[in-house]
RNA sequence: GGCGGCGUAGCCAAGCGGCUAAGGCACUGGUCUGCAAAACCAUGAUUCAGCGGUUCAAAUCCGCUCGCCGCCUCCA
């Protein structure tokens, strides 16, 4: 049947195959990611886990399903705390700044807003209730006043990242002095308080002392607390599934023995010159900093976008130019589509825009294919341009083409497609030159053309007359 | 040491057992244009890191080798 060809399909980390996608009778989907911790702004690897989040939200959405999606905020761990500490500022400022700069990364890049943001400093509560159920199901212990989860009870521990306990290489990147743990493979609920923590008053009063939560119980109790027992699709980067979403998988699943998530989605890395960006690679890149070397939040998500979600991505700047020229042709069709005069009607522009849609969502529907969709995207352009310079297209077909961008739109967040909007005194420099071409008055003609793209537009020419676009978007 | 990923034209990137190996960018030539920009047309891999194997058939499956990368329990 159609049916079973048009399913939406994730390759599941949890099975390590593409599972078709079956979201609960009510057509809601339960989503989590896992966000970022609030003591650095937002580079460009973190850019990517918005975008494929927000990419997933919006093409269950185009599918007519309801999303409830959530992601947190790190605010209490050893980063922040330390970040306080040196910037002198109590942990609620100094994490508070990187957050609004998250969101306004967020809105910038075109990600839909969650449905929430919750704090890991806001759920501390719901933390040590859990290890205290933990502790009374016998899966924790205490130990000099910090809380471990003890792995060895769990006996589904390894299933998401295959790793065998036996065999992996203890201390490679904890120093296990710091800890009293009865396994060094055990790891942390709660941690009792350092002296500089309570010297701060960042802790918090609990039956076994003064602790503060470890990160893993952190998305366990938010995700949970948000979401319920079981999530529909629990999604990060790849580099957090050991020990992270192993760790929050065991605490969730001792608790309720059942499933933490139904799909298990992650993306993969984002690379400069090979290497994983990253603090300890020295390689880091802000989005703020793309930005001030000319490039726009646009360009940044379609240069994410168009690479597949599981395969890496090696930024580099020259991609970035690359990624510019390609989104070029594309403003330049839709450019047209919107300012150009309707002309005579085509007899097969409608066929073209079923064979792109089709190709698009049959793409995308086998794991969020973009890189195939956007083949799809550019076939129908290549198609339609040359009948759309040459005014081929009626007032009809033009709604017809663009209803149709809009729709992939939804999905992408890519497109212009607000129309020529009236500047003051662009029309008149536009008709100004028209009449100087008229009288083959170069000089005058290519003033006002100079005149206008020093006010950011550029003008093509076409049979019909010019249109204009912005040079650049705000 | 364990687990996992990647390697397709100058660059980016689909294809995952069988129609001529999608598409984008760049280059070059041509059409169009007052000039320009854009657009359009034409032009690229006997070959998919290498070597073997399975098969009527492999970039696609299996084995080995090489190169690069990620994770290994409070970095997030």
């Known amino acids: 049947m159609e049916e079973k060809k048009l399913q939406l ?49 919006r093409y269950l959405e185009s599918k007519g399903l309801t999303v409830e999606s959530y992601m947190n905020f790190t605010d209490l761990d050893d980063n922040t705390i330390a970040g306080a500490d040196k910037a002198d500022q109590s942990l609620k400022e100094f994490t508070s700044r990187y957050i609004d700069g998250f969101m306004a990364a967020i809105d910038g890049l075109g990600v839909k807003r969650a449905t929430g943001y919750p704090l890991a400093s806001e759920h501390v509560a719901d933390m040590i209730e ?33 790793i065998d306990l036996s065999k992996i290489q203890l ?6 002095d ?12 709660l941690k009792r308080s350092t002296l500089a923590e309570l010297k701060k008053g960042v802790f918090f009063e609990t039956d076994w002392g003064n602790v503060r939560p470890g990160w893993h119980i952190e998305c366990s109790a938010m995700s949970t607390r948000y ?27 001792a608790l309720t023995d059942k499933p933490l998530a139904r799909y298990w989605l992650h993306s993969e ?15 880091v890149v802000t989005l703020d900093d793309v930005i001030l070397r000319g490039f726009t939040a646009r360009e940044v998500r379609f240069m994410i976008l168009s690479v597949h979600y599981r395969k890496p991505l090696n930024f580099s700047f020259k991609r970035l130019v690359n990624v510019r020229t390609a989104l070029r042709r594309i403003d330049e069709f839709t450019c047209k589509l919107l300012c150009l005069p309707p002309g005579k009607p085509h007899p097969e522009v409608a066929a073209f825009v079923t064979t792109m849609e089709e190709q698009f969502f049959e793409a995308m529907d ?90 950011g537009v550029q003008i093509i020419d076409t049979i019909t007359g010019p249109v204009w676009k912005p040079l650049r978007e705000e």
């Open 366 to 455: 086998d794991d969020l294919n973009v890189s195939k969709a956007m083949g799809a995207v550019y076939n129908f352009i290549k198609k339609t341009q040359p009948i759309l310079h040459v005014n081929h297209l009626d007032q009809d077909q033009k709604q017809y083409v663009l209803a149709s961008f809009k729709r992939l739109n939804q999905i992408l967040g890519i497109f212009r497609l607000k129309g020529c909007p009236l500047a003051p005194g662009v029309n008149d420099l536009i008709a100004r030159r028209e009449q100087a071409r008229k009288e083959k008055n170069w000089q005058e003609a290519d003033n006002a053309r100079d005149e206008l793209l020093r006010r």
């Open 178 to 189: 710091n800890y009293e743990k009865d396994n060094p493979r055990d790891f942390t609920l």
């Open 227 to 253: 979401l319920g027992e079981t999530l529909d699709i629990h999604t990060s980067s790849r580099d957090l599934i050991f020990p992270h979403h192993e760790n929050e998988i065991a605490i969730a699943e």
């Open 269 to 283: 890395l984002l690379l400069v010159d090979g290497k994983k960006m990253s603090s300890e690679n020295n390689n």
């Open 9 to 57: 399909r994730f390759y599941n980390t949890l099975s390590k195959k593409k599972d078709v996608f079956q979201a609960q009778p009510n057509k809601r989907v339960t989503f989590y990611t896992c966000g970022p911790t609030a003591y650095e702004p937002a580079n460009l690897s973190l850019c990517r886990r918005f975008i494929v989040s927000d990419l997933i939200v």
């Open 130 to 162: 859990i290890t205290h159920e933990l502790i009374h199901k016998g899966y924790a212990y205490e130990k000099n006043g910090s809380i471990y989860f003890d792995i060895s009870k769990f006996k589904r521990y390894g299933r998401l990242s295959g």
């Open 171 to 176: 201390g490679h990147t904890v120093d296990l």
